[in-house]
């Protein structure tokens, strides 16, 4: 394992030496590191033209963590279109909704979604499928056909529905892991199919069978979430329980870990959530939505939103043990996507996404302030990569 320097070492390893007469009057590295500190992300890659000891400080991974460090507030990525409605586009920004990075696409390319520092494209015409890494420019390519075990055994790809792509980041490895997800179609007994692939070096060798869930989850991009590579899903048994106001807590959510690749226990939900008095008079379907969330690692089950949006955290699973941290209190709200949290600032603000804008809400003062307005099908993350590593990549 590479010795890690200590703090300061980096600065003083570059610092000028005081018999060079040519570095009178020069600002002291040390100073000019924690100058650099305090400067926006996006600046700081324009000065690393330079010269070539500023583009080595500001390339250096202990740099980037300092300056991550000072700079708590999250980044977003975020996809849209070009003028012409034909590329996608994927756009790094910061909580101002000033645009940091734009990442560019080819033709025929469509950005499916993104999560945590990787963004799923898909190709039209070819059906290709591949993971991109801005940061590190890196390519994963996912095989099309199915693993070899369900080949065996009969199974047909065009039997199966769009796949669904669900990705994480093994602690132990570093490496990627993704589990596919391959609705059946057709109507007869047999049941969707489940694989899973590890990803290295831009490539991947191919899927493995995977055995079901224990329990039926609802296919919803609102209902499942990856958190410290372990996918999470909301349950059928525990959608219509709120849906009906009646029911039990038992197997509210199932679990894929990405590392062992098996399925966890099933998760109980919050036993109070069921019976609220305050939902009385609003017992339309959108009062009923419940959803799954990832603030700041911690899985929430997110129900409103009307007249409250109410924040479930999990605090142990083994035991089903939910605690509502956060209940926001909105108006009548009558459309099909759910608001959605995004992200729990360290000033105890909300960042979600209502609709085609993205908002804060300050539960302090029960207050909304409009970030941006997005487009109505657009995908909107937290990302978690660092924008000091991100360069210009064409995909």
Known sequence: ??????????????????????????????????????????????????????????????????????????????????????????????????????????????????????????TIDSGSIRLLNPATRAV?????????????????????????????????????????????????????????????CGSCVQWRGRQGPPKAFVWNEWTRVVIGGVVYFLTVDAYFAVLNSRGTEQSWIVSFDLEAEEWRPSIKG?????????????????????????????????????PYMDLWFLMDSDKGLWIKNLSVQIERYEHILPIHPLALLDDGKIVMRCMDMLQIHDPRTNTFSNLMKLSPFSGISIYTGNLLSVTGVNY
């Open 1 to 122: 394992m590479a010795s890690q320097e200590p703090p300061g070492a980096l600065s003083r390893r570059m610092a000028p030496t005081p018999a060079d007469p040519s570095n009178a009057g020069t600002l002291p590295m040390d100073a000019l590191y924690e100058v650099l500190l305090h400067l926006p992300a996006k600046e700081l890659c324009r000065l690393r033209t330079i010269c070539k000891p500023w583009r080595v400080l500001l390339s250096e991974p202990q740099f980037a963590v300092a300056h991550a460090a000072r700079c708590p507030d999250p980044l977003l990525i975020a996809s849209y279109k070009d003028n012409t409605d034909h590329v996608s586009l994927v756009c790094i920004m910061d909580m101002s909704g000033h645009i940091l990075k734009r990442v560019g696409g080819k033709e025929g390319d469509v950005v499916m979604s993104m999560s945590f520092d990787l963004v799923y494209v898909k």
């Open 140 to 200: 994963y390519h996912l095989p099309h056909k199915l693993a070899e075990e369900h080949m065996t055994r009969g199974f047909k790809l065009d039997d199966y529905g769009e796949p669904v792509y669900l990705f994480g980041q093994v602690a132990s490895t570093g490496g990627y892991k993704v589990l596919r997800m391959l609705p059946y179609r057709r109507r007869d007994n047999r049941k969707d199919l489940f694989e899973i692939c590890t990803i290295n």
């Open 270 to 306: 919050p036993s109070s959530l069921v019976e609220d008095e305050r939902l009385n008079g609003y017992r339309g379907s959108s009062s009923k939505q419940l959803t799954l969330a990832n603030l700041n690692s911690f899985l929430v089950i997110v129900h409103g939103p009307t």
